[in-house]
């Protein structure tokens, strides 16, 4: 009875298997879809993903001259900013090239810097930036407070040296004061100079990587739970035609026909990924990490999740139309939601807690660990067992729900 | 005239009951944007956690742990020893900040060293944490060596003083100036209105404006297949007017589109005023008649129904990525150099200029990116109607 259930089951998967191989779109959207997105995308986002430490370019632009105070500042900070490039450019090709979305901001000192900080006037500096820039805006922000903590605290310097010494020196002292502030403790005297020093201790290998081992693995998992969402929808396709319905005739069970499906569902989702994976390594320089074997264990864990995720989806739709449109809305929402299209860390807080509700989020965990940070294969034991969980409960939802008449 | 009208209005009507189509028009971009805007708006560029371990543990250290805390978007977690080593080696965690022994002693030398265990390069969130925990201990570097050049001043000056009332003079100023910086921070941006909307906003709607319309080309096709163009060409209707017919239906399909996602936009986001939103409908026409002629063009090319939907949804994705609907590209790079040959990045660059800047048609953006829509809509039209057929690919 089970060796029947089980040969009517690979019977099924094996038809689903020749169906999925003879279906061009099908092809097109699970397999060479993903990788134009892929080769798209790696051209331009290759400048973000470096896999170096970060190196900031921060544009400085001044409406002073030269031997002016901000000039000195941009000249000193040029000389000995650390993890800093400094470049200098001129305001208005500055302020249109952020317009124009090819620079994310810059520094500006405005023409009367000079003058306001030797007189005691106010003193303003300029932070612009595109509204869209992520990472620069904060890093333009804490850059121009340092300058701004560095002119305040020289100035305070030079007030309590004055306050001090007239304390303790009274009137007579004046002139020696004088002398000793305008020699460089002035408040004009600024330059950004860190004394302070991060050593980095490694664990474990550490290699800059492609763009591709950036990008793909996150498109891997969102093209395998895509593609086998939209099962559902062939899925029910059959039960609205009565496909299913025959195959009960035939003496097919309940139960085969749902293992049949499922396994038909993890080959398809096997061969999705083989391809990807395969294509990412021979063409886009994927890698594949130290352990190899956990990558593919991983891929394993997110295809047998998918298949079940495709199973219920299609017990909850009622038509064709609506199984595609919930496997489309729910793709669509978790993939980015899990990390698949963006580092989790720009998300709020909230959207990073609600993403663990994803299968997406836990599989990204896992790629990251292997392929980034060069973990060990039982640092992903935990993920694995996430994705494996979510199988379950997706399959066993599939199980209880599942309808052959419609 | 009757009988383009009566095309018009059949396509609008199957358009308003198809749930599919309502769904990729409405719903889908919808979704999309509420996922953008909720990873990108809301003015907090990032949301990291930062992890510490403290082997100092003296008042310097807590206080480089309190300077980090405050930093908006920087959720902290202090580790002990153990704890930090077991979750870098299981690899919980990519990276954490080790406060080392002597920290204090650093501050008060003026020569601070911080230590970062990580795995790989611990990650893009651990370094910009790093950086962070760098400008901390530089501040707190600062302020010691502030209050050493000012003894030093008064060295210098041959002054006798208390050590004591020199630390409450220099609070006091410190106070002051914390009130009242000596150099006040100016953010200023271009485009600022609507934070993350007023970028993500025009490129979605005009992503799934194309793709709505292209993926409509399938009815067309079927049509084809079925015989029912052919059929209607055996009524009084001529080929013209039956191409009229349709891409006025796909032009004003999309334009109702826009018009209510843009709708929604201005009511969420507050990104319109009555005169751009006015604007932006017009700008739309342009955007509408170019995707209708694509629709066409695609209809007119396509041999089946499966060739219709992957060539609409092939060409609309990778229209979107190099015309930077979903990200800014460099307009120099080979792929923003290609993307200025999509519809979509005439779009985008019109749409944002009047939904981010403000601005209207009197902008060479705005004005020129609808000249270009038009031409294109021309250009289209001109390849559709020859390559039209009513018959064949039964």
């Known amino acids: 009875m089970r060796s029947t259930m089980w040969r009517q089951a690979a019977l099924i998967a094996t038809k689903d298997v020749r169906v999925l191989l003879a279906d061009k779109s099908a092809i097109m959207f699970m397999m060479i879809f993903p990788l134009i997105l892929v080769a798209i995308l790696s051209t331009v986002m290759a400048p973000a993903y470096t896999g170096q430490d970060l190196q900031m370019e921060i544009v400085m632009v001044t409406h002073e001259g030269a031997g002016s105070i901000s000039q000195g500042i941009i000249d000193g900070m040029r000389e000995t900013a650390a993890k800093l490039a400094v470049v200098q450019a001129l305001p208005e090709v500055a302020h249109q090239a952020v317009e124009e979305r090819r620079l994310s901001g810059y520094i500006e000192f405005p023409a009367s810097f000079s003058q306001d900080l030797l007189s005691g006037a106010p003193v303003e500096l300029f932070v612009f930036a595109h509204p869209e820039a992520q990472t620069m805006k904060p890093a333009l922000e804490s850059v121009a407070q340092a300058i701004a903590s560095e002119i305040t605290r020289k100035w305070v310097e030079a007030q309590a040296t004055a306050a001090l010494a007239m304390r303790y020196g009274g009137e007579e002292i004046h002139e020696q004061l004088a002398a000793l502030l305008a020699g460089g403790t002035a408040a004009g005297s600024t330059s950004h100079n860190s004394n302070v020093s991060v050593e980095f201790i490694q664990v474990g290998p550490a290699e800059s990587k492609s763009v591709a081992t950036h990008m793909l693995p996150g498109y891997v998992t969102m093209f395998i739970f895509f593609g086998l969402a939209l099962t559902a929808e062939v899925l029910v396709g059959e039960r609205q035609n009565q496909t299913l319905d025959r195959l009960i005739a035939s003496r097919a069970s309940r139960g085969s026909i749902l293992l049949g499906k499922y396994l038909g569902n993890v080959a398809r989702g096997t061969i999705q990924a083989i391809v990807l994976l395969g294509a990412g390594y021979f063409l886009f320089n994927l890698d594949l990490g130290y352990t190899p074997w956990a990558t593919f264990a991983v891929t394993l864990a997110v295809v047998l999740c998918a298949a079940a995720l495709g199973l219920a989806m299609a017990t909850i739709a009622k038509t064709r139309q609506a199984a595609s449109a919930i496997a489309v809305l729910a793709s669509m929402v978790m993939a980015p939601l899990g990390g698949c299209w963006w580092p989790v860390w720009i998300m709020p807080f909230w959207m990073q807690t609600i993403a663990k509700f994803t299968p997406h989020a836990w599989a990204n965990i896992a790629y990251s660990k292997l392929l980034y940070f060069a973990s060990p294969p039982s640092a992903v034991f935990g993920e694995i067992a996430v994705l494996l969980l979510f199988a379950a409960g997706f399959g066993a939802f599939a199980a209880a729900k599942f309808r052959i008449e419609q | ?394």
Request: proline letters at 2%; charged letters at 15%.
């Open chain 2, 1 to 394: 005239m009757n009988r383009i009208s009566a095309i018009v209005t059949k396509e609008l009507r199957l358009f308003a009951s198809d749930k599919q189509q309502l769904f990729f028009g409405f719903l889908m971009p919808l979704a999309i944007i509420a996922m953008m805007v909720g990873a990108f708006g809301g003015g907090q560029p990032l949301n990291i956690t930062g992890y510490v371990l403290d082997m100092d543990n003296s008042t310097q250290s807590a206080a480089l742990i309190d300077g980090l805390d405050r930093i908006a978007g920087i959720n902290l977690r202090v580790l002990d020893a153990t704890e930090a080593a077991a979750r870098l080696e299981r690899s919980d965690i990519a990276s954490y900040l080790v406060i080392p022994e002597g920290f204090a002693q650093g501050i008060a030398a003026g020569d601070v060293s911080l230590e970062v265990q990580r795995r790989g390069n611990g990650g893009s969130d651990g370094q910009i944490f790093s950086s962070f925990a760098v400008a901390v201990a530089s501040d707190l570097a600062a302020d010691a060596q502030q209050h050493r050049n000012v003894l030093a001043n008064l060295d210098a000056l041959g002054l006798t003083y208390d050590a004591a009332v020199v630390s409450s003079v220099l609070d006091e100023f410190r106070l002051a100036a914390a009130d009242q910086p000596r150099v006040s921070l100016v953010m200023d941006s271009a485009g600022e209105r609507g934070e993350g909307a007023s970028f993500f906003l025009p490129g979605i709607v005009a992503m799934f404006a194309l793709f709505t319309v292209a993926l409509g080309s399938e009815n067309i096709v079927a049509e084809r297949k079925n015989g029912t163009l052919e059929r209607l060409m055996t009524t009084r209707l001529s080929k013209a007017e039956l191409l009229t017919g349709k891409f006025l239906a796909f032009g004003v399909r999309t334009l109702l589109q826009v018009t209510l996602l843009f709708a929604i936009g201005w009511i969420w986001f507050g990104l319109f005023t009555p005169s751009t939103f006015a604007q932006t409908l017009l700008f739309s026409v342009a955007v509408a008649g170019a995707g209708a002629a694509f629709g066409l063009l695609v209809s007119a090319i396509a041999r089946s129904q499966e060739q219709a939907v992957w060539g609409s949804v092939i060409i609309t994705n990778v229209s979107a990525m190099l015309g930077g609907s979903f990200v800014a590209i460099d307009p120099d790079s080979i792929i923003g150099k290609l993307g200025r040959f999509t519809l979509n990045y005439h779009a985008n660059v019109g749409y944002r200029a009047m939904v981010g800047a403000g601005v209207g048609f009197e902008s060479p953006e705005v004005w020129q990116s609808f000249v270009i829509l038009l031409g294109a809509a021309i250009v289209l039209l001109l390849l559709a109607i020859p390559a039209f057929r009513v018959r064949g690919d039964a």
